[in-house]
């Protein structure tokens, strides 16, 4: 076997290895939560598997499962993440419907900003099989 042959060979290998693992961390993104006490002004996620970095970010939704106004963000990082607290940007009430979703960090201005607003590409978010990446709570 020639040095550019066993190169190619390997180069192949590598990419069909990272292709891999790229497809299976896509397969696991998720968010797991339950219903929570929100009086505090916080919302917790208990564990978040994300595909790169980026924010858990809280929408307020209803029966129609419509991600509506963000309520609060939080960073997180690639690969899974355990107990993330978002802080409430204003008040929640008891039997309000949160829901928790994954973002990217992607085509905003700043890194470690989060720029979102609905409806926006800046920081938005994250989907799968054009399925979003989240959860839905009742605030309790």
């Known amino acids: 076997m020639t040095k550019l042959t066993s190169f190619i060979t390997t180069t192949i290998a590598s990419a069909a290895i990272a292709t891999g693992a790229f497809a299976a961390a896509h397969a696991s993104l998720g968010v797991t939560a339950s219903d929570q006490d929100v009086s505090g002004g916080t919302v917790t996620a208990a564990e978040i598997t994300a595909g790169e970095n980026g924010w858990l970010v809280v929408h307020r939704t209803d029966d129609t499962m419509k991600p509506g106004p963000v309520v609060g963000y939080a960073p997180i990082k690639e690969g899974m993440n355990m107990d993330v607290t978002a802080i409430l940007t204003?008040?929640?009430?008891?039997?309000?419907?949160?829901?928790?979703?994954?973002?990217?960090?992607a085509g905003g201005m700043k890194t470690g900003v989060f720029e979102y607003t609905l409806g926006a590409k800046e920081d938005g978010p994250i989907k799968v099989d054009d399925k979003l990446v989240m959860s839905v709570i009742s605030a309790q």
């Open 90 to 105: 204003e008040e929640v009430a008891s039997g309000d419907k949160l829901m928790l979703m994954v973002h990217s960090e």
